[in-house]
């Protein structure tokens, strides 16, 4: 499974990005697919992820500015950004657990991130 992502930039405080991410490769269903980042010298953390029947879980830092979306038919996920603060700044990675052509199980797959940039 690769995970093309792609969206990120240098943007003010208070303005917005949109983030899109694209899942290709022999999969046959998707389970969850999601945001992570990272910023510097910080661990990965979890910014929004969606799960098929579950709806959407969001970071308490990010509530009320973020909103993630997902197409299923496009086997994409989107991160809309609103808000954003230089705590924002960080590489943004994204996620997917997802079973594929001959597996038994479900996997994890991560993108190769994309840094988003905020700052004065």
């Known amino acids: 499974v690769q995970l093309q992502a792609s969206g990120g930039g240098v943007v003010q405080p208070g303005g917005s990005l949109r983030l899109s991410c694209a899942a290709s490769g022999s999969i046959v269903n998707i389970n969850k697919m999601g945001w992570y980042r990272q910023a510097p010298g910080k661990q990965r953390e979890l910014v929004a992820y969606?799960?098929?029947?579950?709806?959407?879980n969001y970071a308490d830092s990010v509530k009320g500015r973020f909103t993630i979306s997902r197409d299923m038919a496009k086997k994409s996920v989107y991160l809309e950004m609103s808000r954003l603060t230089p705590e924002d700044t960080a590489v943004y990675y994204c996620?997917?657990?997802?079973?594929?052509?001959?597996?038994?199980?479900?996997?994890?797959?991560w993108g190769q991130g994309t840094q988003v940039t905020v700052s004065s």
């Open positions: 996620n997917a657990v997802a079973v594929v052509v001959g597996a038994i199980r479900w996997d994890t797959y």
């Open positions: 969606v799960t098929t029947g579950t709806g959407a």
